[in-house]
T-cell receptor, first 115, second 112 residues
Framework: EADIYQTPRYLVIGTGKKITLECSQT?????MYWYQQDPGMELHLIHY???????EKGDLSSESTVSRIRTEHFPLTLESARPSHTSQYLC??????????????FGDGTRLSIL | SQKIEQNSEALNIQEGKTATLTCNYT??????LQWYRQDPGRGPVFLLL?????KEKRKERLKVTFDTTLKQSLFHITASQPADSATYLC???????????FGAGTRLFVKA
């Protein structure tokens, strides 16, 4: 039933590599988000987008970058991965046209481990 | 400082009983509260929304209350089932703000 997809689900990779985490949604939602979540902890917003060509940094300082060239696609890139980047990354989207309180639809996340 | 507090200890209840989860907030003025369910290894799934001018919302076996004086929301699952076992997150959005801020969640275990 998921309409938002993240790939890969799991990634184990060495320090210094460039990584792109993919996120796509088929709901036509304007707003998209990236969160970082460690076990037992709250979700921390690292990037968000209001729409195409709009990107903003969230609350949590992150060395990652994002782009929004198409409505449905919101990839996150780490230019040089470090062990401190090890975490779960969750992508979400919401319907911005229907009000600010619209629920967010989440993907199942990418669990990233940097060796 | 601003914070959202949910019980960090897991809640264990017997099947058929009502589970009650608490979400307290400090130094926020929420325009709305949302509750999500998260299963291990999965993303959160939206359950219910309650706005600042609403006291209570229901959906099937779920009920949410919102008390702006106590700065608290309660989430109830009646006639709980083992399949209700999961982590439940509360999240709020402030008046005039853009972001939804999430709590760390409470783990619920329902025993058969």
């Amino acid at each position: 039933e998921a309409d938002i997809y993240q790939t890969p689900r799991y990634l184990v990779i060495g320090t210094g590599k460039k990584i792109t985490l993919e996120c796509s949604q088929t709901m036509g939602h304007d707003k998209m988000y990236w969160y970082q979540q460690d076990p037992g902890m709250e979700l921390h917003l690292i990037h968000y987008s209001y729409g195409v060509n709009s990107t903003e940094k969230g609350d949590l300082s992150s060395e990652s970058t994002v782009s929004r060239i198409r409505t449905e696609h919101f990839p996150l890139t780490l230019e040089s991965a470090r062990p401190s980047h090890t975490s779960q990354y969750l992508c979400a989207s919401s319907d911005g046209g229907r009000g600010r309180d619209q629920p967010q639809h989440f993907g199942d996340g990418t669990r990233l481990s940097i060796l | 400082s601003q914070k959202i507090e949910q019980n960090s200890e897991a809640l264990n209840i017997q099947e058929g009983k009502t589970a009650t989860l608490t979400c307290n907030y400090t130094n926020y003025s929420p325009a709305y509260l949302q509750w999500y369910r998260q299963d291990p290894g999965r993303g959160p799934v939206f359950l219910l929304l309650i706005r600042e001018n609403e006291k209570e919302k229901r959906k099937e076996r779920l009920k949410v209350t919102f008390d702006t004086t106590l700065k608290q929301s309660l989430f109830h699952i009646t006639a709980s089932q083992p399949a209700d076992s999961a982590t439940y997150l509360c999240a709020l959005g402030e008046t005039g703000g853009f972001k939804t801020i999430f709590g760390a969640g409470t783990r619920l275990f329902v025993k058969a």
